[in-house]
């Protein structure tokens, strides 16, 4: 997952990690003067390629720095409008571009360390900023001097002599002010204004009371017994974790999505349904941490704004510069797939309740249960225990001899292990990252483990942006919550973590290959159904017959990983797509229809309105539930996926797609590589993405590789634009890694 910052604009669109609100105050009031020499946001750090000195940044130093950040961008935009020079590329455009480096250097920091390591101090932080961030974006975006330059030179473009980049930037500020409301009218904007801010906290409360709720949600158990079936080392971690909030016995803590790992390995039925139903309903005690109130208002609101533009839903209005282009192209495209997928839901669970009635259960099997029996049915089938493959993933190996490993054969990248970066928490791991030609490239860190103080999921973002024109390359870090081990055990993790560190690190590419010299246009300023692509399609190379072997070795012996074993997870891997897909289409489906609101609807009833929706969408819901419900939906309320998530099963295609193409032209080879580099991982935003695609691949997207590799009947599908409305046959996908 991308962090939602990196899609923002570096000078037109400045969000903070929960996004806008804004009514009470007004747009010049946000920002103090000046900020002190002493604060370590005063002038751009001299740690390499301008990381961020962590050492020297309390939680306290970022608020001033934010305010002194939007007072300084304020007067720099403010100069920008009331040039009396006629406009220009350079005095306009170019001059944007160069605004906002105090607040650009502040804000990703805070970003970081609020998603990463978060404490009352930036939560407080973010609360108090996120409607300032709201005003300041009106301030730019609905600014009528600066909107005017901005609409000469687009109407004058072709007196420009404008290279592509530069034409691009141009068309790519030009529609994003007409989508922050340039072109409303007085009163409509005054409207916007006021929703926007409103918006922006209830986004910020939202990702406060969900980790709350999340950490407060954990299943605390007195009883060892209760936990039978979970490893030693699993045992000894919830113990662990017990001891870190001060209590007695075993915590399991909650990971943000619906199923927990500890699901597959519980015995026990009873604490399996408490498990289970701790995080199905983790965000719906009718408590402080309730977020169905912020919800059912966040999705009116949302719609109220799109009808401001006349747009018919939120859906239609945020997709406008996505591959989908449109709200029914992401619906067409989810509804091709549900009869297939559907369908094998349910012969996976009637396996579920076979099995569980050939052991004598005397309860009816839940969903609470699928996870545990379907295990047993991997085992059976395959002779796959996900205990037998962990001992072959120490977390160490398999970033440096599995995922840097891959990057070196592909692009010709070399790591180096730097211990002189300060970092954000101790666990972290910081790596130099050079060039095919060895010339410096990027600041690579990775923050691996789960703490309680760190949101959900998996994702990649940035602390310094690359540009050409501001000369700073990119420092880049990797954000997971695998299972820390407790004190004196191996750092093993599962197949699945393995999975979600290729993942993010296709990400992690994206940004280091960065090659644009508009910091607008940069790595993955990206659309979502773009954004994912390179990520997903990093994935593949996990199981590639040369880069496996390479780091799954036994973590005691050193033995490489038996080619019986390979050829288990090989055969598995189409195992449980039923459920596996199904629950991220489902969040997917819920996602859209929240977001195909008119703004005539009233205020929903969110369970109701989740039960309606859910059992419309042509899945197997009981059994299945979404990978989000909608009250601990992060991505969709507070981290800038609203509409978008579609964009997981949009990418899934494209990625296959492009494995496909790399085997067909010789595999993990460095002319492939440096190839796919050159033509899509260094180009940003800077081309159509259809164009791009088919520039580099040779033809549209197909699906039909992806539907051979995990092992679904694909009905003769054939090619599929991209902006199609969807494939011709259904699609399946596989397990979502936990960012997603």
Do not use: C
Request: aromatic fraction near 10%; avoid cysteine.
């Amino acid at each position: 997952m991308i962090r939602k910052l990196l899609l923002a604009t570096a000078a037109l669109t400045v969000v903070s990690t929960a996004s806008a609100d804004a009514t009470t105050r007004k747009p010049s009031a946000p920002a103090s003067a000046a900020l002190p020499a002493s604060s370590p946001f005063a002038k751009p750090s001299t740690l390499p390629f301008g990381t961020p000195d962590f050492s020297r940044i309390k939680d306290s130093d970022y608020l001033p720095a934010l305010l002194a950040g939007m007072a300084e961008q304020k007067r720099e935009v403010t100069a920008i409008a009331n040039n009396p020079a006629a406009p220009t590329f350079d005095n306009t455009v170019v001059a944007m571009e160069k605004s906002g480096l105090l607040l650009e250097r502040a804000n990703l920091a805070f970003n970081a360390v609020n998603g990463a390591n978060t404490s009352d101090t930036l939560q407080a932080t973010d609360t108090k900023t996120a409607p300032l961030f709201a005003a300041h974006n009106d301030f730019i975006n609905l600014n009528p001097k600066l909107f005017q330059r901005f609409k000469y030179l687009h109407d004058h473009q072709a007196e420009l002599n404008l290279n592509p980049e530069q034409a691009k930037l141009l068309d790519v500020y030009y529609k994003q002010f007409v989508h922050a409301g340039a072109e409303l009218p007085p009163a409509k904007q005054a409207e916007l204004k006021v929703i926007n801010k409103r918006l922006s906290t209830l986004q910020s409360a939202f990702g406060i009371k969900l980790l709350a709720a999340a950490k407060a949600g954990a299943l605390h158990v007195e009883d060892a017994a209760a936990l039978a079936g979970l490893s030693p080392e699993k045992l000894a971690s919830a113990q662990e974790a017990a001891k870190s909030r001060k209590l007695s016995g075993y915590v399991l803590p909650l990971q943000n999505t619906t199923q927990q790992p500890s699901l597959e390995s519980l015995t026990n039925h009873a604490t399996r349904q408490q498990l289970f139903e701790a995080s199905l309903n983790r965000a719906e005690h009718g408590d402080a941490n309730d977020t169905r109130a912020l919800v059912s208002e966040l999705a009116q609101l949302r719609a109220k704004k799109a009808a401001l533009f006349g747009a018919a839903n939120f859906a239609d209005y945020n997709l406008y510069d996505q591959m989908a282009k449109d709200r029914a192209t992401a619906v067409g495209f989810l509804d091709r797939l549900a009869p297939a997928v559907s369908a094998k839901e349910r012969t996976e669970w009637s396996d579920i309740v076979a099995l569980a009635k050939s052991q004598g259960a005397t309860f009816q099997p839940t969903a609470a249960d699928w996870n545990f029996y379907a295990e047993q049915i991997r085992k059976q089938r395959y002779a796959l225990n996900s205990d037998d493959t962990k001992p072959y993933f120490e977390f160490n190996k398999v970033l440096n001899d599995g995922v840097f490993y891959a990057a070196n054969q592909l692009y010709g990248l070399t790591f180096k292990r730097r211990t002189d970066i300060p970092t954000w928490n101790p666990d972290m791991q910081v790596y130099q990252v050079y060039d095919k030609d060895g010339s410096e490239l990027a600041i690579f860190m990775i923050d691996p483990w789960k703490r309680d103080n760190k949101s959900g999921g998996a994702w990649m973002s940035n602390l310094v942006n690359q540009s050409y024109l501001r000369g700073t390359k990119p420092v880049v870090f990797n954000v997971e919550n695998f299972t820390k081990p407790a004190p004196g055990q191996p750092m093993l993790i599962s197949w699945d973590d393995v999975t979600t560190m290729f993942h993010e690190f296709g990400h992690a590419l994206h940004g280091m290959f960065a090659a644009q010299t508009y910091p607008t246009l940069s790595g993955t300023n990206v659309a979502r159904d773009f954004v994912e692509f390179p990520s997903q399609f990093n994935e593949n190379w996990a199981l590639d017959p040369k880069v496996l072997p390479h780091f799954a070795v036994h973590y005691q012996t050193g033995q490489p990983i038996p080619q019986d074993l390979v050829q288990k997870i090989l055969k598995a891997r189409t195992f449980n797509q039923g459920y596996e897909v199904g629950e991220a289409l489902e969040a997917a489906r819920l996602d859209l229809d929240w977001h195909s609101l008119p703004a005539t609807a009233p205020r929903q009833d969110v369970d109701k309105f989740e039960a309606d929706a859910l059992a419309k969408g042509g899945f197997d819901t009981a059994d299945v539930p979404p990978r989000y419900r909608s009250s601990y939906f992060l991505h969709i309320w507070s981290n800038g996926y609203s509409a978008s998530y579609y964009a997981y099963a949009w990418t899934r295609m494209l990625g296959q797609d492009a494995f496909n193409t790399f085997e067909t032209r010789g595999g993990l080879t460095r002319a492939n590589g440096d190839r796919f580099r050159a033509m899509v991982l260094s180009r940003g935003n800077t081309l159509d993405y259809a164009d791009m695609y088919r520039g580099w691949a040779g033809h549209d997207p197909q699906i039909q590789p992806y539907l051979d590799y995990y092992g679904l009947n694909g009905g003769g599908a054939t090619a599929v634009p991209a902006t199609a409305p969807a494939p011709s046959a259904p699609v399946t996908l596989q397990k979502p890694e936990r960012g997603e």
